[in-house]
């Protein structure tokens, strides 16, 4: 069970990880650099988990930045700068702001432009400077009772957000440890470590920078087998505790501005909340914890070989600059008991795309991809 489910801002305080765009291009964060290791009084890993659980923060504003080194090879088919592509490699930086569960804003920055999702209350911005538009909704009942806005959905947006979804996986399948201090953003932290026990999983640890005395997760680094280096990484490197002022929350329309206004929820407008599948259908999960593989079918998508797969009408979500045939045909064939296809890995996941159109995907190795598709 998570330890930050209750907590709000615990949700919600870290860097939107892929709802930012590309800075750099995979070098090392200066500003990551380790710094003296801060003596600090002995705490076990069950006081910082207790930590994390009491912690009481009213505001907090500052500067995340966010790298991945994920071990990829080239993707043929997708253009430089597309979002997949973003989203897994470089350095990407954005700001936030939190004042309450009402009061957030977070803005994403890049080379280009900025993107800024911004929440008052019940209303509800976003505003991308490329293309100087915007977009502004008001909440309904239902709407108005959830967490902070997501530039993206389902990814996470700070350290903290990275460390709750670390943070519920723990279970006798995870070893439990306190690693070396550190000083993170100019602020003495203690360091959570969370170490699968599977050998087949692609995770060596997960660790978490917590704030000495805020009890804030300030840094988040997942590490790949076989390297001492993180593979993703995402921190603070300015952080501030005062509660950010009423202003930083109200939406300016620049000169020139086009607006969008969506529609708010209407009562009872679709099925209730309770009413909602818990997950999609096409999508089974074989094993648990750690070394779980997600197994989906991709019916029509594939269309046979992948090599000679090029769907008339691009798979739902599929990016405009991405040739399908293209980016199946780049990677390496495989085969065995359980049938042929392609394998993509890297350093923290492995996927099997299948001939028969399934795809498997987990941080596994793919040995554990192949004995799932056996079944």
Known sequence: MSVLRSRPVL????????????????????????????????????????????SRLEGVSGTVVQRADLGL?????????????????????????????????????????????????????????????????????????????????????????????????????TEVSVGRSATVAGQDAYELVLQPRDKDSLVHQLRIAIDAKQHVPLRFEVLAKGSDQPAFEMAFTQIDYRRPADDQFTFNPPPGVTVTEEKAERPGAGKPEHAKPAGDPQVRAVGTGWTTVLVARLDGA??????????????????????????????????????????LTGKLFSVLLTDDGRVLAGAVTPERLYQAARG
């Not at 892929?18 to 800075?23: L, Q, T």
């Not at 710094?35 to 705490?43: D, G, Q, T, Y």
């Not at 502004?136 to 990275?162: F, V, Y």
């Open 73 to 173: 090879p080239p993707l043929v088919g997708l253009a430089p700068g597309n979002e997949l592509t973003s989203m897994l490699t470089g350095t990407h930086t954005l700001r936030v702001w939190y004042s309450g569960p009402e009061r957030q804003r977070v803005a994403l920055l890049d080379t280009l432009g900025e993107q800024d999702v911004i929440r008052n209350g019940r209303d509800v911005w976003t505003w991308e400077s490329r293309t100087n538009t915007a977009r502004h909704r008001t909440l309904g009942d239902t709407e108005a009772t959830k967490a902070a806005p997501e530039a993206r959905p389902n990814l996470p947006a700070t350290p903290q957000q990275a460390a709750d979804l670390a943070l519920a996986a723990i279970d006798p399948s």
């Open 11 to 54: 949700r919600w305080l870290v860097p939107a990880t892929a709802a930012v765009a590309v800075i750099g291009g995979g070098a090392a964060i200066g500003t990551f650099a380790a710094e003296a290791e801060p003596s600090l009084p002995p705490r076990t890993a069950a006081q910082l988990l207790v930590d994390l659980q009491t």
């Open 302 to 343: 594939l269309g046979g070989k992948p090599t000679d797969a090029k769907p008339a009408v691009p798979p739902a979500g599929a990016a405009p600059d991405m040739d399908l045939s293209k980016l199946l045909g780049g990677l390496a064939a495989v085969k065995g008991d359980w049938g042929s296809g392609r394998l």
